[in-house]
């Protein structure tokens, strides 16, 4: 399964330019995607490998990191730059 990913401390956002590829309304900001549940799908994937550096939105480093399909997985960050973690139970 590949998944996107910020790689650069920013935060992650798409350009006007992936919007319009994804065939969705600019919202302005480019934060469509950003929950982690949504960035495996196969548009956002096939958008980012067509589109290079210009699916970066301002603050952003897209990257895609390809995990086995079976992972139940978790994007985790710090300061806008992420990764993919396998998911665990968390108890507070």
């Known amino acids: 399964m ?4 910020n790689s650069c401390f920013g935060g992650f956002g798409l350009s006007e ?3 319009a590829e994804l065939g ?3 919202d302005g900001y480019g934060y469509d995607y950003a929950e ?5 799908d196969p548009k956002l994937v096939e ?3 067509k ?3 210009k699916a970066n939105g301002r603050h952003a480093k897209l990257h ?3 995990i086995p399909d079976d992972i139940e997985y978790t994007i985790e960050e710090y300061d806008g730059r ?3 973690a396998e998911a665990h139970s968390t108890w507070f």
């Open 36 to 40: 982690s549940e949504k960035r495996s």
């Open 2 to 5: 590949k998944v996107v990913i």
């Open 64 to 66: 895609i990191v390809e």
């Open 51 to 53: 589109l290079g550096a």
């Open 82 to 84: 992420e990764h993919v």
């Open 47 to 49: 958008v980012v490998e």
């Open 24 to 26: 969705i309304p600019w």
């Open 17 to 19: 330019e992936a919007y």
